[in-house]
């Protein structure tokens, strides 16, 4: 490992534990880097006997994921894996923000876009923001959001249709009628009740009026 270790000298290795598990499979040796998000418990492996034993590529990947585009951009820009350890890595888990200045590679100029961004910088640009100072956080993808929405608003419907069902008061209905600003018309339905002595009000339907 210690070999190794020599070579590791890009700033994403500061993301992970200094000295990696090492485990075989299957005859086969690799190393195993834990990231130091606090929460977090990814490992990212890496097999010794392939070609790209040294490659950066799936932590780079994770360390986008879990610190946020901004991180990695700011550890990118440092001298090495130490300057990032230092001044990165702690200032995030200390108070979950860069606010060490590093030593920038080179001596070229910062340059600012006033570009549209792409739709994967607009994604990694809203992770970013969303985790800056919670790398452990899970942001969910749009599609999972879609997902459980739907399924809330079923199990929601069942209960209120078993409670509708066991309910032993007497059930108020009324109906609220409007027309949208693009001269639509919609009616909704509502049913009113005492639960435990608290009133209750639940809209059961929307429905668009036809035209006449």
């Known amino acids: 490992t210690e070999r190794f270790m020599k070579d590791w000298i890009s700033p994403v290795y500061a993301f992970f534990d200094p000295i990696p598990k090492i485990v075989e499979e299957n005859g086969r040796r690799a190393h195993v880097f834990k990231c130091q998000g606090k929460g977090c418990k990814t490992t990212v492996k890496r097999y010794l006997n392939k070609g790209d034993a040294r490659s950066t590529g799936n932590m780079r990947k994770h360390v986008r994921s879990c610190w946020g585009e901004e991180v990695l951009r700011a550890a990118d820009e ?96 009324s109906t609220d009628a409007w027309t949208s600003p693009n001269h639509r018309a919609f009616v909704a339905v509502l049913v009113h009740l005492e639960h435990n002595g608290v009133p209750l009000c639940f809209p059961l339907d929307v429905v668009e009026v036809p035209k006449v």
């Open 78 to 173: 440092a001298k090495d894996a130490n300057e990032v350890r230092k001044k990165i890595v702690g200032s995030v888990l200390r108070n979950g923000s860069i606010t060490a200045s590093f030593e920038r590679k080179g001596k070229g100029k910062i340059m600012y876009s006033h570009r549209q961004h792409t739709k994967a910088e607009t994604k990694y640009g809203f992770q970013s923001l969303m985790k800056t100072g919670r790398p452990e956080y899970y942001i969910p993808s749009k599609s999972t959001v879609s997902r459980d929405v739907r399924l809330v608003f079923a199990r929601t419907r069942q209960r209120i249709a078993k409670m509708m069902k066991e309910y032993a008061g007497r059930l108020n209905f």
